[in-house]
């Protein structure tokens, strides 16, 4: 954070008022911070309000704590701050976000440091761009500071700029220089407007005001020597050339540059002020798109389209982004690229010359010259970065490579605690991803169920996601205990590529979508779930439970949730599925039915099946009939039992009030009678997997061995700062304190406050949003 005193010295070029103003704020010794969470028990302040201290007032509250003055109360008020929940502000930053009225917006613009510290830089004389309600107009700052005198004691007020609108914008503004009556600077009649910080930019990203070479520093770019490559600016336009040598005429420091050729072929020399270069080439324009207009598509050798991760190399580094658009642009004849970057590091929201392309945050669209972009390396394999731009490794060539063309067998139970126990474990969070990241985990890490898909033939356009699957994800996962955060963004994209869904890079999908996807679009699965209802079968993926409002159930285990639903939607199952996938009763991601579940460790559905010998849910004989009645009564309803053997059922509804029920005769299997078994035989279905999801982040859990304390946590977020080019660090840990609630009784479970639960076994039992069930006779290994 850039410290009071150095930040004055920057701003004496910029505005001599506010130089001033800012002068005698920082002589007398304030200290400005910002808070950043809003504590339970205090009303007088919230999260992005602004407070001060005495750089050398005395503390009378101990450590953590600190005593502040608030910003924009009447009279003075103290009050004591975590320090934790504090970071420290220069004045000038204080002052312009002081200029927005909001918390909660002074609180999102100063975490956009990239807009905050851009500000930093603007001066008096600096073209900009300024946002008004829904429009943008060209203009100048003519004015930086207070726009008026605040009648309460603070030392600070809110730093505005006054802009003169420029071109075909005059007219627009709402001031002619004057605020109230007070005139700041002077223009025609409504050709000026006032705005914070927020709604200005500069026209061009490097768009050099009158700072110094204090403004190069802080873009963190090198001084320019005789030979560099430069870019310099214009006239709004960047140009690029070869510095010649250095000037200084009456104190200022001019770049003497040798250009390259223009549009007329010709070259020359021009002499420009340091502040306007830039050692190295940057790129022409900044802007985004994401409307393309396949007229201009081109297919070129490095295979690069719309929706394609790239990087582009630029003096000060590296930029990441997305191509959203190509084609040419006006004035120009090369093919070039609209970008999406990952950081506020361009100029516009997706316009060019006021002519929108695509339409993306303000700051993230970049133009360059289509070439000039590659694919993004942090999203290729090792044999991919060995070889030629100009060649694309097949994946016949990567799999040579990299020698896992074979299926690797799932990790067993002895193999959990070397393979996937720790950090970097499991597969890597990156941009929305935890919901593919969670139902992978889950489904492949330990379960061979779903493995037939991998290997089944499909139509040859989808063989390359197929072949992602299981060589970049499944056997990586499966052999080394861990899948990095690219392979899951090749699969997004590819994914995105095929057009089922535009935002698959970016944006958080449902599990059940991004399984439907894969299984049925992608790999023409045949579906898991087959239901007979009335005679009919319905053919699914996934099951949705529902319950009737009417319903007795409490504290409800995934068996009894099964059960009704299924009695309360008529349905049987017309086979035993080899993977059932359940997700609970909740509306949307917040709304829960249930405040816990209870998972079932075993899903017995032997009662469930259109077709097979029953038991009696009494005696364990062979059931002969069913009693939709019982079902309704509580004693039944909590155990989801309405199916008896003649001698029982007579028993049962010889009770008074049971004597109006109707039970039904149960189909017996032709020929059973006379070869039936002495005992009957259930079709038992175990759990292996359970995704959870609280406040949009899904995760997972894995029941991974016969014992109840044998499950572990998965989070491919666990860590969101500690990882590298935005990527996190993911995380599987051993979670046994699960047995412990699984062994308590009902009564005992339910009186568990969730937020004194051990460990995360509160995720499990009250965040559940996916069961996932196998039947362990039908998985390739087991």
Known sequence: MTSAPALSAILYIYSPSLRRDLTIMTSTGYQFFIVTETPESHRHYHAGCICYIHEHQPSFCFPPKLQVLVQHSLTPLYCEVDQRCLEELSAYEAGLLLALTDDSERLKWFREKDVLHRALTLSEGTEVVVKEEREKFNGIIRYIGNLSQSMSED?????????????????????????????????????????????????????????????????????????????????????????????????????????????????????????????????????????????????????????????????????????????????????????????????????????????????????????????????????????????????????????????????????????????????????????????????????????????????????????????????????????????????????????????????????????????????????????????????????????EQNHRLVLPTVQQLLEHSFHSAGLKLAEVPSCLILQMPRFGKKFKMFDKIIPSLELDITSLLSEGAQQCILCGNLAQEECNDCFEEPVFSQTGCKIFCTTCSAQVHSHPQRRTHKPAALEIPEGYMARRPRTLTKDIMELFGVLCIETSHYVSFLKYGPNSHEWIFFDSMADREGGTDGFNIPEVRGCPEVGKYLDMSPAELANQNPREMNGVAKRLFCDAYMYLYQSTSMCLYH
């Not at 900044?286 to 690069?304: G, R």
């Not at 790239?310 to 930029?319: A, C, R």
């Not at 958080?508 to 979508?513: F, N």
């Open 155 to 547: 030392p600070l007020k809110g730093i505005f700029f006054g802009i003169e609108l420029q071109g075909e914008d005059k007219g627009k503004g709402n001031t002619d220089g004057r605020y109230h009556s007070d005139p700041l600077f002077t223009c025609d009649k409504d050709c000026g407007i006032f705005a914070p910080f927020s709604r200005v930019q500069p026209r061009c990203f490097n768009s050099f005001s009158p700072a110094g070479p204090e403004f190069s520093l802080h873009l963190k770019t090198e001084k320019p020597v005789p030979g560099d490559r430069v870019t310099y600016f214009i006239e709004n336009y960047c140009r690029y050339g070869m510095v010649v040598n250095f000037q200084e005429k009456d104190a200022k420091h001019f770049v003497l540059i040798s250009t390259d050729t223009d549009a007329t072929g010709k070259t020359g020399e021009v002499e420009v002020p340091l502040q306007f270069v830039v050692k190295g080439e940057w790129p022409a324009e900044c802007d985004l798109i994401d409307i393309y207009n396949p007229a201009v598509e081109q297919k070129i050798d490095l295979d690069l389209s719309v929706n394609s991760l790239v990087e582009v190399s630029l003096g000060t580094g590296s930029l990441y982004g997305i191509i959203r658009w190509i084609g040419t642009l006006p004035g120009r004849q090369e093919i070039m690229a609209g970008l999406e970057l990952e950081k506020d590091m361009g100029m516009s929201d997706g316009t060019f010359k006021k002519v929108s392309f695509f339409q993306c945050p303000p700051g993230r669209a970049l133009f360059v010259k289509y070439s000039s972009c590659r694919p993004d390396a942090r999203f290729l394999n090792d044999g991919d970065k060995c070889v030629s731009p100009k060649h694309k490794v097949t994946d016949t060539e990567r799999q040579q490579s990299t020698g896992k063309m074979d299926p690797v067998a799932p990790i067993t139970t002895d193999q959990v605690d070397q393979m996937l126990i720790g950090q970097m474990k499991g597969i890597q969070g990156h941009c929305n991803s935890c919901y593919m990241d969670a139902a992978l985990f889950s489904l492949f890490s330990c379960s061979s169920v779903l493995d037939s898909m991998l290997f089944k033939s499909i139509q040859p356009e989808n063989a390359p996601i197929q072949r992602t699957l299981l060589n970049d994800i499944i056997n990586p996962l499966r052999s080394e205990g861990f899948v990095e955060g690219r392979h899951i963004m090749k699969l997004r994209q590819q994914l995105q590529n095929h057009g089922y869904c535009q935002s698959f890079t970016t944006e958080e999908k449902d599990p059940e979508e991004f399984l439907t996807i894969i299984m049925h679009q992608i790999l023409a699965l045949d579906p898991l779930l087959k239901l007979s209802a009335g005679g009919k079968v319905q053919e699914s993926y996934c099951y949705q439970i529902f319950l």
